[in-house]
């Protein structure tokens, strides 16, 4: 399974953006799905995480009630919608991919996922 996350791009504080991460390669219906970011100088944290079929998630404290991720199995993509975006929020954006994890569960932690794609860089300017 290959990843490619796009959509980033250089935004205002208060703007949106949305992130898209299209798999090829397999189908990624019964995969967990993430999104990761990481800063300059700071480690890669958990941003977002949705189960096979969406119907859980987890938001990283930090983003809750203004990012919202998302998946559409039919068409192999995982999204990332950003709201109310920060300047705190400048970093590049991963998508991931867990093949291991069950039917309604979420993978929080990094070393799960196998798959990773290239990242997406996104900054927002105060």
């Known amino acids: 399974v290959q990843l490619q996350a796009s959509g980033g791009g250089l935004v205002q504080a208060g703007g949106s953006l949305r992130l898209s991460c299209a798999a090829s390669?397999?189908?990624?219906?019964?995969?967990?799905m993430g999104w990761f970011r990481q800063a300059p100088g700071k480690d890669r944290e958990i941003v977002a995480a949705i189960s096979w079929t969406g119907g859980t998630s987890y938001s990283a404290d930090s983003v809750k009630g203004r990012f919202t991720v998302s998946r559409d199995n039919a068409k192999n993509t995982v999204y990332l919608e950003m709201n109310s975006l920060k300047p705190e929020d400048t970093a590049a954006y991963y998508c991931?991919?867990?093949?291991?994890?069950?039917?309604?569960?979420?993978?929080?932690?990094?070393?799960?996922?196998?798959?990773w794609g290239q990242g997406t860089l996104v900054t927002v300017s105060s």
């Open positions: 390669g397999g189908t990624v219906s019964r995969y967990c």
């Open positions: 991931a991919a867990d093949r291991t994890c069950g039917l309604g569960y979420i993978s929080q932690r990094s070393r799960q996922y196998a798959y």
